[in-house]
DNA sequence: TGTAGCATGTAAGCCGTTACATGATTGA
DNA sequence: TCAATCATGTAACGGCTTACATGCTACA
């Protein structure tokens, strides 16, 4: 098993990843991991693909399944990381570069093409984006809250989780000053 | 031809988009303009996707390809937005809503298992990444400088273009700054 | 009794990429 | 004459999503 390094996508590596943060978890605990972590820099894969990719780890001997030994037909299965799946999460962390950020930004796009529509819509579009920002960034924050102070032994393990979240949380903050200085050079017209 | 409104994926209307920014364009200026700016806040499909998807376009009647008239088997074939087309766009924009922001940050997300590689390789990871940061910052302002100044009634046009690039380019200085004080808390421990 | 959440999957299909194939034109 | 750039596509395939199917458990 195992084999052929770095082969996977880096989808598959996120949820390994998100098996060394806790305990054995299953298929629908790692998704609604993914939902709260996840989810704000990489994207939360979808229900379907977690047991997919549940399936190739597995197969790959990086993760292994203990059937919840209660007779019924498919109750819980929950999922570990293998001795293999630890080595092989470390030297794709330690032999592969970073790949450079990828933006998928439709508010970006649409501000583009702002000379096709009346700019009434166009401060609109800004204004709901500032909207979904705020609700973004309190989802966020909450998580921030969950991860313990900085210092606190208590919640040592999750240092860089919280680093992680931090920088999420000033990214969405620098992106509110940002749009709002843009909202501002709409109104004051020109550019 | 057309029809069934709004059905497109986004790449498809961000095409269209770049049609309406300026004169008729080949299949292969198409995929040059896109590289000069869709690349910064959405992605720059690939050559190939460029083709198929101005077959689809035209298909739909959306873009029209008119024939370089000059015998060759294949020589050049240039797209033009047809008013449909234009229809199309201004009514996506004006009856959608923007999705929110999807990012894909293989940094972060390396971050976030600090836990699993040692100290000097995470530290390596952020200062690399600041380097590429500048690389992508240095490529913007060069997008940025040649759209002008605002007031400059010559590139009028380029209002929009020159807002989003903006946009970007603060993006990167706060991503600079956020990623600065990541270092220093790495390195002075706690956190 | 019925709805929401826990739990696991299969199937179909689109988006988008890489690899491959082909050929003309321009300039060193 | 050879490489780079312009120019257009086809084929194969991987990632990921939506829709669909199934069934248990807890609780209102």
């Given at each position: 098993m195992s084999q052929d390094l770095?082969?996977?996508?880096?989808?598959?590596?996120?949820?390994?990843g998100l098996l060394t943060l806790g305990d054995d978890l299953t298929g629908y605990e790692?998704?609604?991991r993914a939902d709260r972590t996840l989810r704000f820099y990489w994207s939360s894969p979808a229900m379907s693909q977690v047991y997919s990719e549940l399936a190739r780890?597995?197969?790959h001997g990086l993760v292994?399944?203990?059937?919840?030994e209660t007779e019924p037909v498919r109750r819980s299965r929950r999922y570990r990381l293998?001795?293999?799946?630890?080595?092989?999460?470390?030297a794709w962390l330690s032999s592969t570069e970073a790949e450079?950020?990828?933006?998928?930004?439709?508010v970006a796009l649409r501000l583009l093409l702002g000379h096709l529509i009346d700019p009434e819509q166009t401060l609109h579009l800004l204004e709901n984006y500032l909207g979904q920002l705020a609700e973004r960034r309190a989802e966020l924050?909450?998580?921030?809250?969950?991860?313990?102070?900085?210092?606190?032994?208590?919640?040592?393990?999750?240092?860089?989780?919280?680093?992680?979240?931090?920088?999420?949380l000033d990214y969405y903050g620098s992106e509110r000053t940002i749009v709002d200085d843009l909202i501002t050079r709409l109104r004051n017209g020109v550019t």
């Open positions: 770095s082969e996977l996508p880096t989808t598959s590596y996120a949820l390994l790692l998704k609604q780890l597995a197969q292994a399944a203990r059937d919840d293998t001795g293999s799946g630890r080595q092989a999460l470390t450079f950020p990828t933006l998928k930004h439709p924050q909450q998580v921030r809250d969950s991860l313990g102070e900085a210092g606190d032994p208590a919640h040592a393990t999750h240092r860089f989780p919280r680093l992680v979240a931090d920088w999420g």
